[in-house]
């Protein structure tokens, strides 16, 4: 069958040497004229001190993805592979399209005349494709060539030649697409192979002019960004590589997931996209949890906002905005901030998705139900203000004067009437009053006193909240006060960009309901065209939770540095990496990143102005 393109593009990363594992046989006379070789094994040759196996393709899948034999582009071992080219000859080709599509247009004669539907749509997709193929071949579109591909993979022993074979085989396995050994024939495979080029064996398969283009994953050094900050050197060709992170022709959605262990350059990698995309009009909201981007912020003129017991800054996550809904118009959306309020209380009270907590949130949705209607707050969005009043000390006329949502302190009063009698609740009335005002963990038992204002940029600090139980239930806060103060009075149409940067965010795996409110904010900031970042040193507690694998896998773009060991392997299956970037990766080399994004991927080496440097690595005197 004639082989097809596909619109699926593959990126690879070049292997690096290493070892002996990875020495070629770097001698011509090695190949020309070994001083031994023992031809007569049936599953290998040997030739010199190196044990050789062949393979070549028998089979080809029906349609070819972008970078088809990257598996062998990519191997990590001593392998070469040639590839034989011969054109059909065009009339040749032509006429046995046409006997094919007369055979096809036949059989839906047959059909018809029986009134017959069996297997019509099928025949009729695949006589449309064979007639665009042979019109584009009868104008020169397109032709068909003729493909033999051969491989041969060397080792220092038969042990081990053995194991990588069945590697490579692994590799290929599963599809309709055929890898043999050329048993009894290694020795032609070989000098196939080798420089000498001497053909003896015939594998022919035929493909057009896109399938076979698309066999090859050679885009190392393609990034094709052109606008956005530097973040540093191609590591491959050593060319900037530019980020326009919000460029809808490189990405579908603007997340971004950042990842490495400490010591690597994550948190350099995100400061040095906050000072980039700042000066281009990218509001950044950044979450600290360590105050490492505390001087970053400030020294872009954006605002620093420290959230600990003892500052003046306070935040109610129960505060409610209008916002617009393209459908309904201007809406309250009461019933998904009872939801937000369950999920925070739940997390709060450490509850957990057992049938017994299941009950004591939906006390929860009751009790905050109550507390919003008791503040006269509905879905109208005229609920949110007081009716007008002419106020005679002043001499005027009042107008939308806010209400004030409930506090923590509203629910927990009538959670705890709701509680009375119920022996099974008493135990969550415990616990959550130890978030009221009255509580030692009451900081957000109040009502919000912040307004972020028209600065470039603002970080929340988190720092002094680092041994507390408060911290996860801060990230959620945060990510809530940025939605309502912020997301919501923004107009989706007026071009402007902005980042939600939550850096360390594994602090909110501790509970289920932390984790499950970052993904749901993180959702939500995507949906209304925002770039969410979410930066972690600790990619097992994102990979072994549900809730972490959807913030990262629904992030077009990955940064990835380096990992553990077995971090890595789960970044491999996660991320679909390439041995080429296994191996990369696996050198363990600070500021040496990938950046994957759905039809690209770069090796990077991160670049620092003596201005970053200053600002980045005050620690090492700028």
């Known amino acids: 069958m004639l082989n097809l393109k596909t619109k699926v593009k593959f990126t690879w990363s070049a292997k690096k040497e290493k070892d002996d594992e990875y020495r070629p046989i770097h001698d011509f006379i090695e190949v020309l004229a070994p001083n031994f070789a023992d031809l007569s094994p049936a599953t290998y040759i040997q030739v010199g001190e190196r044990y050789i196996q062949s393979f070549f393709v028998d089979g080809w899948p029906s349609e070819i993805d972008f970078g088809y034999l990257h598996p062998l582009v990519s191997f990590p071992g001593d392998i070469d592979f040639i590839q034989y080219i011969a054109p059909v000859d065009k009339d040749r080709i032509l006429s046995w399209l046409t006997t094919r599509i007369e055979g096809i247009e036949s059989k839906l004669i047959d059909r018809a005349k029986q009134a017959s539907s069996r297997g019509v749509l099928s025949k009729q997709e695949e006589l449309a494709m064979l007639q665009q193929l042979r019109s ?21 022993s038969q042990e081990e030649l053995e194991k990588k074979a069945d590697r490579l085989m692994s590799k290929f396995g599963g599809t309709k697409d055929c ?16 420089p000498l080029a001497i053909k003896r064996k015939e594998a022919w398969k035929e493909m057009n002019l896109a399938a076979g283009t698309n066999l090859y994953p050679f885009t190392v050094s393609d990034w094709p960004h052109e606008d956005g900050p530097i973040l540093g050197l191609n590591y491959d060709v050593g060319s900037p590589v530019l980020f326009d992170g919000f460029n809808k022709q490189h990405v579908n959605n603007f997340g971004i997931s950042l990842i490495g262990v400490s010591g690597t350059g994550k948190t350099a990698m995100l400061q040095k996209i906050i000072t980039g995309e700042v000066p281009f009009g990218v509001y950044h909201a950044v979450i600290d949890q360590e105050g490492d ?61 057992s049938a ?27 609920s949110l203000y007081h009716d007008a009043y002419f106020d005679p000390q002043n001499n005027q006329f009042v107008t939308k004067q806010k209400k004030k949502p409930p506090q923590f302190g509203n629910f927990y009063h009538e959670f705890c009437l709701l509680a009375e009698g119920i022996s099974e609740l008493q135990g969550t009335v ?13 900081i957000f038992d109040c009502q919000t006193n912040v307004e972020l204002g028209k600065a470039p940029c603002a ?30 009075k923004r107009d989706l149409d007026d071009g402007s960009l902005f980042r939600v940067d939550a850096d360390e965010c594994q602090e909110l795996f501790k509970n289920l309901y932390s984790a499950k409110a970052l993904e749901t904010y993180f959702r939500r900031f995507r949906k209304r065209k925002g770039g969410p970042i979410a ?36 970044c491999a299956e996660l991320f679909k990496l390439t041995e080429g970037e296994l191996e990369f990766l696996g050198m363990g080399l600070a500021h040496h990143a990938i950046i994957k994004q759905p039809k690209y991927s770069v090796r990077v080496v991160t670049q620092f102005s003596p201005w970053e440097q200053e600002i980045f690595f005050p620690e090492h005197g700028g």
């Open 136 to 156: 584009d071949i009868d104008n020169n579109r397109d032709r068909i060539i003729y493909f033999d591909n051969f491989i041969i993979l060397a080792a220092t």
């Open 179 to 194: 890898l043999k050994p050329a048993d009894h024939e290694h020795d032609l495979m070989f000098k196939a192979v080798s």
């Open 293 to 353: 981007l505390k001087r970053t912020i400030e020294t872009l003129g954006g605002i620093y906002l420290p959230i600990s017991r003892y500052s003046d800054l306070r935040f109610n996550p129960a505060d409610i905005e209008v916002e617009h809904h393209k459908e309904r118009g201007f809406i309250v959306d009461l019933q998904g901030k009872v939801e937000d309020m369950v999920n925070l209380s739940a997390a709060m009270a450490g509850l957990t998705e």
């Open 356 to 382: 017994d907590h299941k009950v004591i949130a939906a006390y929860m949705d009751r009790a905050w139900r109550r507390a919003y209607e008791k503040c006269g707050i509905t879905e109208d969005p005229r």
């Open 430 to 442: 415990l616990t959550l009053e130890r978030f009221t005002d009255k509580g030692t963990l009451g």
């Open 459 to 488: 970080g929340f600090g988190l720092r002094d909240l680092h041994n507390s139980e408060l911290l996860p239930i801060a990230n959620i806060v945060v990510l809530s006060y940025l939605e309502n103060r912020f997301l919501k």
């Open 535 to 570: 930066a972690t040193q600790n990619f097992q507690k994102f990979y072994e939770n549900e809730h972490g694998r959807a913030v990262i896998q629904n992030s077009d773009t990955k940064i990835i540095f380096a990992q553990h060991e077995g971090d890595l392997q789960r």
